[in-house]
């Protein structure tokens, strides 16, 4: 919607085709303004609530200050004051939902491999339990030498563990194969989520330690008396 209307302000020199979805814009924007202003957080995303006021200031002041640009543009009937007001407006305002985003990606394993990273040493085994983080390699610096172990999935890694059945056998088990591995001399860290942790671990009574947590996932090494940190 936005790109069509910015492309017609740049095109159009006369003539008034521009000043209705100006309006329309300004609607939006104002709406848009007050939203950020009445929604409440999500109540099981208490990690929401430190960036949540600066977001609603930056949408509220984006939004406010495209307006008045808006504003000014239909007064002197200067298409190119709308089109810098739209573009800038749309542009900080996205620029902040984007950086306030991380405080919402709770999919993420940044916690819990900063957790581990200080402490994992090289012989040490990593293990993602019925998932595979996709971003834990990256924050914990590993090569292909130390890779982790993956339990019982596969997902978008199936076409390569097809391929290579011999090479990935080590490294993709089953959960006995784990439970077996888990409970060998040496340290293992394993991350899951929190309902996998109920099913294999409370229940199963595996030795372990809980290092850390996330709304979604949580860390465990494979000895009962570990310092916490």
Same mark, same amino acid.
């Given at each position: 919607?936005?790109?069509?209307? /910015? ?33 409440? &957080?999500?109540?099981? $995303? &208490? ?38 007001? @739209? %573009? ?8 902040? @939902?984007? /950086? ?9 394993? !940044?916690? /819990? ?8 040493? &090289? ?21 292909? !030498?130390?890779?982790?172990? @993956? ?6 890694? +199936? ?20 439970? !077996? +591995?888990?409970? +060998?001399?040496?340290? %293992?860290?394993?991350?899951? $989520? !929190? ?12 030795? $372990? ?11 465990? @090494? ?8």
């Amino acid at each position: 919607m936005v790109g069509p209307f /910015l492309a017609k302000l740049w095109q159009e020199r006369r003539g008034t085709g521009w000043r209705t979805p100006t309006w329309i814009f300004i609607a939006l924007a104002a709406g848009l303004a007050v939203a950020a202003c009445v929604a409440r &957080p999500p109540a099981d $995303h &208490p990690e929401l609530l430190p960036s949540l006021s600066a977001l609603r200031a930056m949408i509220v002041l984006a939004m406010a200050g495209g307006i008045w640009s808006c504003l000014s543009g239909l007064r002197r009937k200067n298409p190119r004051r709308v089109l810098a007001a @739209v %573009a800038g407006s749309c542009a900080v305002a996205m620029l902040s @939902v984007n /950086l306030a985003g991380n405080a919402y990606d709770s999919a993420s394993t !940044k916690p /819990l491999s900063m957790i581990l990273k200080p402490i994992l040493k &090289p012989e040490d085994r990593i293990y993602n339990l019925r998932f595979y983080a996709q971003d834990m390699p990256f924050y914990l610096d590993l090569d292909l !030498k130390k890779l982790v172990n @993956v339990v019982l999935y596969r997902g978008e890694l +199936q076409f390569g563990v097809e391929a290579e059945p011999e090479a990935s056998a080590e490294r993709f088990i089953d959960v006995p194969t784990f439970y !077996k +591995q888990w409970t +060998q001399p040496g340290t %293992a860290y394993a991350v899951m $989520h !929190k309902w996998d942790y109920e099913l294999c671990f409370s229940k199963e009574q595996l030795p $372990h330690t809980v290092l850390g947590a996330t709304n979604r996932y949580c860390l465990v @090494v494979n000895q009962a008396n570990w310092p916490k940190p």
